[in-house]
C-alpha cells in the first residue's frame, strides 16, 4: 500500500458534478466520479425561452455527496486515510440570495420551490437590462469607473445584475435576503460548516472577475454607486468584508458532519473555491503567452501575465482581470464565447426536429424500434456532419455564420446580439451549413485573441481542455488553422477537477506554490493540432468577410433597440 499523500477536486459544471481522487505526488487519479443534477435534468426551474436557468442547491449538494462517496471508494479502501486537502470550483457568476447563516433561501421551506430563491446559473440572462444600466452609470455617475477591470462593459451573466434582477422582480425573496453567495464559495462554507458570514473567505477569483471587487476600490463598489441602481446593495455589501482570497489558501478544515459522511479526516484542508476555468486553466497547463481556452457548451479563454512589479495593464471589452484569479502572483486575464459547443447542439436539435415530431407518430413501428432509431441517429449526426464538413474543400462554401446564438461574451460583452447565417442557396446542404459553425466558432475564438493582441498582451500558442477538444478533431484543425497557431489537447478525463486537486494540494501545504503543483501533477498532452499554411491565409480573408458581416448584424441590431 502506498503511503503517498492525496487530495481530492471537486468540479461542479453546468449539468453534473465530477470528483476526482487524485495522488498528490504524481498526479495520477486513483478514482472519478461524474454524477448528474437529477432536477436541473428535467429541466425544472427553468425557462430556456425567458433565458431563465436556476439550480435548486439541493441537487447541488445530493450530488456532490455520491460523487464524492462513488470516487473515494474506486480510489480504495486506505485512499480516505491519506487524503490532506479538498478544493472545488463551479461555474460562475453563479449567486444565489442567503440568509444570515449564509445559507441559500431556496433550502428554507418557505422558498423551496421559488426560482428566485435558487443558484442563478452562469447562462442566465434575465438580466440584460440591469447589466445595461450598470453599465452606463459606472461611466456617467462622475466617480470611479468600477468596470474598468472587467473590459468597461458589465455582462448579465455577472454577479451585480443577477442581484439586482432578483431584487426587483421578487419583493418576498428580496425582503428575506441577507446576503448574495457565489455557488463556489458557499460549497467550502458548507463542507466546514461555516455558518458565520464574517468567517466565510469569498473568492477573489469570483469576486474580481464578476462582483467588481479590486485592492484599488479598497473592496467592492462604494455605497453610493450601489445605491443607484438598488437601495438594498449596499447592505448587502456589507456582509461580504472587504478581503478576498486565492485558492491557494485554507477556507478552513472538513466539518465533523462531512468528516462522518464521507469517511475522511475532520484535519482535511478544504481549499478557497473559484470558478472553473480559471482552476481547470491550470489543471490544463496553461503558463505565461499560452491561451488556455476551456471547450464546452460555451469557452472561457485565460491568460495570465505579469509579475509582482510590473504595471497591471487595462484590456478592455475583456471579462476581467485579476491579480492571482488564475495562478497567485500573476494577473488572470479572462475572455469567452457565450456560445461555442452549444452552436453545434443548437444546429443537431435542428436536424433531429423529425425524430422527436414526425417519428413517434408513425403507424407499423414499435415504440421500441422508433426509441432505438432516434437514438442511434442523434448519436451519429455530428459525427457524420464532422466527416461531411471536413471532405469539403475550404473553399467550397459560400456560407458564412455568426456564432452569437446566445449573445456574445467577448470581445465586448452584448447578450442582445444573435447569430446569422448568409451565402445560402439551393445547393447548401448539411453539412456546408454544419462547416460554417464551426469556422464561426473558430472566428470568434480568434476575435478573442486579435483582442488580447491589439492591446499588447502575447499569444504564442494555444491549450484547449473540455468535451470539444476532445470530441471532434475536425472543430480543432479549423481552430488551428483560423488562429494559425498550434493548439495542444491536453491530455486526462478531468483536466478541471486535476486543477482543483493541485490547489488542494497547495492549500494542504505538500506544495509550496501552485507552480510546483502543478509541474508534479500535470497529466501532459493527448495531442497537437498545427496550422495550415494555406487553410490559414484562405481564412485570413473569410475573418474579415467574419467581422464585415458581424458589424453589419450588431449595426442593424442597434438601430432597432433605438427604433423601439
Known amino acids: 500500500m502506498s503511503s503517498a499523500p492525496c487530495v481530492v477536486g471537486i468540479d461542479f459544471g453546468t449539468d453534473s458534478v465530477r470528483s476526482i481522487v487524485v495522488d498528490a505526488t504524481t498526479g495520477r487519479a486513483l478514482g472519478t466520479s461524474v454524477k448528474y443534477y437529477p432536477r436541473w435534468a428535467k429541466g425544472s426551474y427553468c425557462d430556456p425561452v425567458a433565458n431563465r436557468f436556476r439550480q435548486h442547491p439541493l441537487d447541488y449538494l445530493e450530488s456532490m455527496e455520491a460523487s464524492l462517496l462513488e470516487a473515494l471508494a474506486e480510489a480504495g479502501a486506505d485512499v480516505p486515510s491519506r487524503v490532506r486537502g479538498i478544493a472545488v470550483d463551479t461555474t460562475g457568476s453563479t449567486p444565489v440570495l442567503a440568509d444570515r447563516a449564509g445559507r441559500p433561501l431556496a433550502l428554507t421551506p418557505r422558498f423551496a420551490e421559488n426560482p428566485n430563491a435558487m443558484f442563478v446559473l452562469w447562462k442566465d440572462h434575465t438580466a440584460i437590462a440591469e447589466a445595461e444600466r450598470l453599465t452606463e452609470l459606472a461611466r456617467t455617475w462622475g466617480g470611479v469607473d468600477y468596470t474598468k477591470y472587467v473590459g468597461g462593459i458589465y455582462s448579465s451573466e455577472w454577479f451585480w445584475a443577477k442581484t439586482m434582477h432578483l431584487l426587483a422582480t421578487d419583493s418576498a425573496v428580496a425582503e428575506a435576503a441577507v446576503t448574495v453567495v457565489e455557488h463556489c464559495d458557499w460549497i467550502p462554507a458548507v463542507l466546514t460548516g461555516t455558518t458565520d458570514l464574517t468567517r466565510f473567505k469569498r473568492s477573489r477569483c469570483a469576486a474580481g472577475h464578476k462582483a467588481l471587487w479590486h485592492a484599488e476600490f479598497g473592496g ?249 477538444a476532445k470530441k471532434s478533431r475536425f472543430v480543432m484543425q479549423t481552430l488551428a488553422d483560423v488562429l494559425n497557431l498550434e493548439v495542444t489537447v491536453a491530455a486526462g478525463d478531468q483536466p478541471v477537477a486535476l486543477g482543483a486537486a493541485m490547489f488542494a494540494a497547495t492549500a494542504a501545504g505538500i506544495y509550496p506554490d501552485v507552480e510546483q503543483a502543478q509541474r508534479a501533477m500535470s497529466s501532459g498532452t493527448e495531442s497537437v493540432y498545427r496550422p495550415d499554411r494555406e487553410r490559414a491565409k484562405h481564412y485570413d480573408r473569410l475573418y474579415d468577410e467574419y467581422s464585415a458581416l458581424g458589424s453589419f448584424v450588431e449595426g442593424r441590431l442597434g438601430r432597432e433597440k433605438v427604433a423601439t
Open 220 to 468: 467592492y463598489p462604494s455605497d453610493a454607486f450601489l445605491a443607484q441602481l438598488h437601495p438594498r446593495l449596499p447592505a448587502l455589501k456589507q456582509t461580504f468584508g472587504t478581503e478576498t482570497f486565492t485558492s491557494d489558501k485554507p477556507f478552513g478544515t472538513l466539518s465533523a458532519e462531512w468528516a462522518r459522511k464521507l469517511g475522511l479526516s475532520p484535519d482535511t484542508v478544504v481549499a478557497v473555491g473559484a470558478f472553473d476555468a480559471h482552476l481547470g486553466a491550470v489543471g490544463g497547463g496553461i503558463g505565461q503567452h499560452r491561451l488556455l481556452k476551456v471547450m464546452g457548451t460555451s469557452t472561457c479563454d485565460i491568460v495570465v501575465s505579469g509579475t509582482k512589479n510590473e504595471p497591471e495593464t487595462l484590456i478592455a471589452g475583456i471579462c476581467g482581470q485579476v491579480d492571482g484569479s488564475v495562478i497567485p502572483g500573476l494577473i488572470g486575464y479572462e475572455a469567452g464565447q457565450s456560445a461555442f459547443g452549444d452552436v453545434y447542439a443548437w444546429f443537431k436539435s435542428l436536424l433531429s426536429w423529425p425524430l422527436n415530431a414526425i417519428l413517434p407518430t408513425l403507424s407499423g413501428i414499435s415504440d421500441e424500434t422508433k426509441s432505438d432509431v432516434a437514438a442511434r441517429i442523434a448519436e451519429k449526426l455530428i459525427p457524420a456532419l464532422d466527416e461531411g464538413a471536413q471532405a469539403l474543400k475550404s473553399d467550397e462554401t459560400a456560407v458564412l455564420a455568426l456564432d452569437w446564438l446566445n449573445g456574445r461574451r467577448t470581445p465586448n460583452a452584448n447578450q442582445r446580439l444573435t447569430g446569422a447565417l448568409t451565402g445560402l442557396s439551393l445547393g447548401t446542404d448539411a453539412p456546408r451549413i454544419y462547416r460554417s459553425l464551426v469556422e464561426a466558432t473558430a472566428f470568434g475564438s480568434r476575435a478573442i485573441v486579435e483582442c488580447f493582441r491589439a492591446q499588447g498582451t502575447r499569444i504564442d500558442s494555444a491549450i484547449a481542455i473540455g468535451g470539444v
